[in-house]
Nanobody
């Protein structure tokens, strides 16, 4: 049974940084596609960043240059480094896993808020104050 557990959320001020962690069990993070998705209060879930098993990444336009997704195969862990945070990035951040994803599928996952991913964690809350 796949289990994903996010951590690292918290409260920071505008311009601050956070690193989110997603620990996987029953699943090898390097075996397929993994991603981070955000849901702000009252809004639909949206894609943040996705990484394939070969390390190929795709980011939402709004986070390019400020966020970085990575995975540590030895620790079976997915990360999201978030810098220069803005209040509009407040929300619950979820990690998810699914089948391998080429560039086209990564863009589709971002656009559709992760619809099509197989397993999800329970999320970690990020609050950015102005």
């Amino acid at each position: 049974q796949v289990q994903l557990a996010e951590s690292g959320g918290g409260s920071v001020q505008t311009g601050g940084s956070l690193t989110l962690t997603c620990a996987g069990s029953g699943y090898t993070v390097s075996s397929g596609c993994m991603g981070w998705f955000r849901q702000a209060p009252g809004k639909e879930r949206e894609g943040v960043a996705v990484i394939d098993s070969d390390g190929s990444t795709t980011y939402a336009d709004s986070v390019k240059g400020r966020f970085a997704i990575s995975q540590d195969n030895a620790k079976n862990t997915l990360y999201l480094q978030m810098d220069s945070l803005k209040p509009e990035k407040t929300g619950m951040y979820y990690c998810a896993e699914g089948p391998a994803c080429n560039s086209r599928r990564r863009w589709a996952l971002l656009k559709r808020g992760g619809t099509g991913m197989d397993s999800w964690g329970e999320g970690t809350l990020v609050n950015i104050s102005s």
